[in-house]
């Protein structure tokens, strides 16, 4: 009877997320059902309803291309669908979001973290910023923390703070909970000082002190411990269990994960994006080394602009000095295996006396790094040598007019000033009519 009321209650006051729909998504990330009265949850959900017919709605057409690949490779995983909601929190599914602790990609990966789950970060990749790929590797990174920690929302907050972090959370609400039960014998049980003094020589030492806390963590890991007990604020204390950003994250990907799933949001979302069996519209293609996009674009009839965006992590317009892939349309892939004549944007450089790989570097808008990776070279040249110079900009010609000026042309190309005097080999600032000039259009 009392948990009837219990339940008759929480209807009249958070009738909106009281739902068969969203006590589901609680029990599928291991929280207490109890949890959806929690009032900073309603309070995110509320505004997120608000925003959903304008904001969230663009999210979903931004992503167009990400949502369909992103949520079959978490339904062939078998782990909790709302974890497409971790996606939306670290980037807003923009592939190419950075953040300002060098975090990169769709799933928001550290280079470390990334490179553990076998993403390739180097001079000519960045796998965090392939959708396919960084998605298998957040999976897999999450599947992960759940076998470590065994609670998904303990997973998910891992993801964000890290697990030592969690860790920590865990040990000391735990501690505090069984100070609770002993009541007023808490300050003198040697058991629970001993237990502080581990919590706090890890909060002093950082990872020095993990392996004693790992223990504890281990040893307590049969006692209950709610969401709930683990977001408490506790006042006066600098150090929460949880910092903010991560007892606001957990909360987003909840509210977030409701919205999605409420009828009145798949009502207004047409495509229903989240629930569709839509397939993946790009193909991956493994071709030679050094393949420009520039060729590529122009052999499908593809635009450029459109091809880079399925390629960011490419880090050039062309791909390595060894074997590697792109992403190509679908409908387009038996026309590239037909006609895919392997072409790269490069240019035959013979040298001349008092050349250096610095300033050829420089007058081709290049790096000293690629010509040496591309061409098998150390740091020494001799005249007559020929290098292959990888390029990165498609160099259109222009021949001066009367009133003309670098900085009106360079204006006019939307390019740097002082690029275009490199490219050119331009001493000074004069140019005369008549004269072609090599223009680099960029497609970084």
């Known amino acids: 009877m009392k948990k009837f009321l219990i339940i008759i209650i929480a209807v009249f006051l958070y009738g909106d997320l009281y739902t068969n729909k969203n006590i589901q998504i609680l029990n599928s990330l291991d929280i207490e059902n109890s949890f959806i009265n929690n009032k900073k949850l309603n309070y995110l959900y509320k505004i997120y309803s608000k925003r959903k017919k304008n904001y969230f709605l663009n999210l979903l057409e931004n992503g167009y291309d990400y949502l369909p690949l992103i949520r ?10 709302e974890l497409i909601s971790v996606a939306f929190a670290e980037s807003y ?5 950075k ?37 298998k590797a ?14 998904w929302y303990l997973a998910i907050m891992a993801y964000n703070a890290g697990e030592a972090r969690i860790v920590e959370a865990v040990v000391r609400a735990k501690v505090d909970k069984l100070c609770k039960k002993l009541g007023k014998k808490c300050k003198r049980d ?18 020095y002190a993990y392996t004693p806390l790992h223990k504890l963590y281990l040893k307590l890991k049969k006692e209950p411990l709610s969401l709930g007990e683990v977001l408490k604020y506790q006042r006066g204390l600098k150090r929460q269990y949880l910092p903010k950003e991560t007892r606001k994250y957990i909360l987003k990907i909840l509210a977030m994960s409701f919205l999605f799933n409420s009828d009145e949001f798949i009502k207004y979302s047409n495509s229903y994006l ?12 493994e071709v030679p080394p050094g393949t420009s996009l520039i060729y590529v674009s122009r052999l499908l009839h593809v635009s450029l602009k459109n091809l880079r965006e399925h390629n960011y992590h490419l880090n050039y317009i062309f791909t390595p000095p060894y074997k590697y892939y792109i992403y190509i349309p679908y409908e387009k892939l038996a026309y590239f295996k037909l006609h895919f004549n392997p072409k790269k944007h490069f240019f035959v450089y013979k040298i001349k006396k008092g050349d250096t790989l610095n300033k050829i570097a420089k007058r081709f808008d290049t790096k000293i790094r690629l010509i040496r990776d591309f061409n098998k070279i150390g740091k020494f040249l001799h005249i007559g040598q020929r ?17 003309d000026s670098l900085r009106k042309i360079a204006r006019k190309y939307g390019v740097s000033f002082n690029k275009i005097k490199k490219i050119n080999n331009l001493k000074s600032s004069l140019i005369r009519i008549g004269e072609v000039l090599k223009i680099p259009q960029e497609f970084k």
């Open 72 to 81: 079959n490779q978490i339904t062939s995983s078998k782990i909790p669908k």
């Open 93 to 97: 599914l923009n592939i190419d979001a």
């Open 99 to 135: 953040s300002n602790k060098r975090a990169i990609g769709l799933w928001q990966f550290m280079p470390v973290t990334a490179r553990r789950f076998g993403l390739k970060i180097n001079e000519y990749v960045d796998e965090r910023k392939d959708a396919v790929k960084s998605t």
């Open 138 to 151: 957040a999976i897999e990174y999450l599947k992960n923390l759940h076998k470590f920690f065994g609670k």
């Open 190 to 207: 040697k058991t629970i000082k001993k237990y502080r003094k581990i919590i706090k020589n890890y909060q002093r030492h950082g990872r």
């Open 274 to 285: 989240l629930n569709s069996g839509v397939t993946a519209s790009w193909e991956k293609v």
């Open 387 to 403: 290098l292959v110079i990888p390029l990165n900009s498609v160099f259109v010609s222009y021949k001066v007019k009367k009133g």
